[in-house]
């Protein structure tokens, strides 16, 4: 870090903080206050001025952000600085609080899902999401995984259903521990199991995206470590958007870490810099534990 | 000692002081609750025994057996035994024949009236239809039993005390000396009353029966069924889930509140006023009494199932709209099957109400004296309730025992409602985490 860039970062208020544009893309220059690269190449998610308002609360606050392809970007900051709610804009999830309002663009694959011509469910498909307490429906381990290929009709057939569910559960490194009870009611799984087949739930309608929102936060450490490590396989095929308490668990499983405090997103970089150099004073100040 | 140990043992002697205080608080309020359950219980025992040892003995009837002589004169005088003279043929004469022949000695017209009066004029029915059925029968003897007239049977169960002067009972010193005799003859015995089931009212105690009100009440209760349960259930759907939450709402679920509360005798007369006088629908008809009682139950089951349906985790319905299922799918799929059996028991409480209720059907005629058992929704009926009503303003003393029966058969009805509500109810719960 140079000289020079220590002293803006130090320089804790925010609107003297101007970003570097250090963007790769050449001709996309991206006004924003964060630090660091809000930009990726190829993104499948493109955000940008995103304010949301809850009544008078205005919760997030010109947010811009890419998240890349096949990659995982970890959502970090204390509680209540809306990284939830942004994840939640993500496939419109906050449409179902009344008062919330949503402004800025969220582009899809270069698709504003917030568009009129847009359809919510089809949004919801391609964009999966995975809950904070685990949330499978009271119906058997079958069910929960075949619900979502059912109600968009992508198994032709029984057997391509059980295809399907098998090849969720298997990804979701599940199969093994229930292949033999699949009538089994998914509520009486372990809370890591619980989780897991949540995620396989949400891997069975094959999105493009996956949001979790602080998914191992009611699980033990064991349990904690497999969705890690399953997080770390399903980058292969998906893009993911986690949202953590644990610092540690950002580093664990993302590449890029996004820090969010008070509706503003104050920096985004790779997890490594983010963890080890970060350019900005609130962001050090939270990652050295002096808050949050 | 060291100062905080010091003050560690006066903190815990303070504790110690208020934990019995806290017991002692914790054992009254204990024997509070068991107190008021078993008052709860001692009035519901008291109802019981009161109701089924009044009751009981309406489900068996008093019946005397006579050596009937079909005589060939007094039914078909002319022998061509054609279905019309048949129908016809005065039977009261040949039941009164049988009667004098058993006891020549009785003379007077007021003790022959009396001793005619002994057998219930449901004889007469019973001797026509044997006969119109097999008309050989005319000219041969048979032994019959026959249903006793309600004095009789009131005697003979023992309500009246035969110690009491004359002009103070129901039932005369000459027609004690009969029952007397029948019974050392066992000609007169206590059978099963089936009537009793199979009937609809009478001006007679000794055959009116429960069918006609049994049989309004469950079709009423259908048709309240029918229109309150899917209505109530798509009403708090939609306000739960669907409708937004403004005055329009707001003033909605006030008035929803306000309409459980109305008395019933209002959805009465709202009833009377709208489907009777406007729309022109049948008086007494159980779709009228049921058009009613939905009315009055609707609020219960919307009430009930809003309610239900808050109570559904918020998380099995972000599980299945971040799976991208629709609202109507949420619904479908999660939310009512887990909200259902909260809805299936407002709605027991709701049709207990409705089986339970008179004064509204008072006001659409549902409180006329009818004979026949309603086979249709327009046919005129009453409804158990209003058959208690009635039965118990009646004068003859035979008709107490059937109040008390009535009472028990609404019981049993209610019983049985409940029941197929808590099965249903079963088997729709399912657990959440």
Known sequence: ?292 | MTKTAMAMTTTQARVAASLRRRYAAEMRFRAYGILAICIGLAFVAFLFTSIISKGYTSFQQTYIALDIDYSAELIDPEGTRAAQTLQAADYEAVIKASLKEQFPEVEGRASLRHLYGMISNAGEQLLRDRVVAKPSLIGTHERVWLLADDHVDTFFKGQIDRKLPESDRPISDEEIVWVDQWKAQHRAELRFNTAFFTTGDSREPEQAGVAGALAGSALTLLVTLLLSFPIGVAAAIYLEEFAPRNVWTDIIEVNINNLAAVPSIVFGLLGLAMFIQFFGMPRSAPLVGGLVLSLMTLPTIIIAGRASLKAVPPSIREAALGMGASRVQMVAHHVLPLALPGMLTGTIIGMARALGESAPLLMIGMVAFIVDVPHSLSDPSTVLPVQIYLWARSPERAFVERTSGAIMVLLGFLLVMNAVAVILRNRFERRWS
Not at chain 1, 82 to 111: E, W, Y
Not at chain 1, 162 to 168: F, G, H, K, P
Not at chain 1, 221 to 246: F, G, M
Request: with cysteine.
């Open chain 1, 1 to 292: 870090m140079t000289i020079e860039q220590h002293q803006h970062v130090t320089n804790v208020a925010r609107d003297v903080v101007f970003n570097e544009s250090d963007h790769s893309r050449p001709g996309e220059q991206v006004d924003t206050k964060t630090v660091g690269q809000v930009t990726v190449e190829a993104p499948v998610i493109t955000a940008r001025h995103v304010n949301v308002h809850y009544s008078e609360k205005h919760a997030i606050k010109d947010v811009s952000i890419d998240v890349a392809r096949n990659s995982v970007i970890a959502f970090i900051g204390p509680s209540g600085c809306g990284k939830s709610t942004f994840l939640r804009c993500i496939n419109r999830m906050n449409d179902t609080i009344p008062n919330a309002k949503v402004s800025g663009s969220i582009q899809l694959d270069g698709i504003d899902i917030y568009d009129r011509s847009q359809d919510i469910v089809q949004l919801r498909a391609r964009v999966g999401m995975v809950f904070q307490k685990p949330n499978p429906f009271p119906k058997s381990i079958y069910e929960n995984v075949a619900y979502g290929p059912r109600i968009h009709g992508l198994a032709g057939n029984r057997a391509d259903l059980d295809e399907i569910v098998q090849t969720s559960l298997r990804k979701a490194g599940l199969w093994e521990e229930v292949k033999d009870r699949l009538d089994n009611p998914g509520t009486g799984l372990s809370g890591g199991q619980q989780q897991r087949l949540c995620i396989a739930r949400a891997i069975a309608v094959d999105p493009e995206v996956i949001l979790m929102d602080e998914p191992c936060s009611a699980l033990d450490p064991i349990a904690t470590a497999k969705v890690e490590d399953l997080i770390d396989e399903l980058r292969e095929n998906y893009a993911i958007v986690i949202v953590t308490h644990s610092m540690q668990q950002a580093a664990r499983v993302s590449q890029r870490t996004a820090y969010f405090h008070l509706g503003d997103l104050i920096e985004v970089g790779p997890t490594e810099q983010i963890f080890t150099n970060p350019r900005h004073k609130l962001t050090e100040d939270y990652i050295t534990g002096r808050f949050g």
